[in-house]
């Protein structure tokens, strides 16, 4: 049974980071790319950043270029996403997701239940 399980949002002041991570189960996480999204308040669901399961390429939305990091842990069967210089329109529930297969371009088949950031003072 595949499962994504979001965790480390928080509170945090403008500034500062947060490192979330997606624990996954139920199958080899490097055969698959993994998304994170972000979803504000009246807001549609935003793509975050991206990494492969091939060659562990990543991609970025131009809004966090430069502030966050994806990165992945096959041993923990784990990723993470490093989020520095925070801004309150980082504001959101942030969801990671499991593409159908090795790439970025392909879709999402299974989700997380997200986990909340708030940047605010």
């Known amino acids: 049974q595949v499962q994504l399980v979001e965790s480390g949002g928080a509170l945090v002041q403008p500034g500062g980071s947060l490192r979330l991570s997606c624990a996954a189960s139920?199958?080899?996480?490097?055969?698959?790319?993994i998304g994170w999204f972000r979803q504000a308040p009246g807001k549609e669901r935003e793509r975050v950043s991206c990494?492969?399961?091939?060659?562990?390429?990543?991609s970025y939305a131009t809004s966090v270029k430069g502030r966050f990091t994806i990165s992945r842990d096959n041993a923990k069967n784990t990723v993470y996403l490093q989020m520095n210089s925070l801004k309150p329109e980082d504001t959101g529930v942030y969801y990671c997701a499991r593409k159908s297969g090795y790439w970025c371009l392909l879709t999402e088949d299974h989700w997380g239940q997200g986990t909340q950031v708030t940047v605010s003072s």
């Open positions: 990494i492969s399961g091939s060659d562990g390429s990543t």
């Open positions: 139920g199958f080899t996480l490097d055969y698959y790319a």
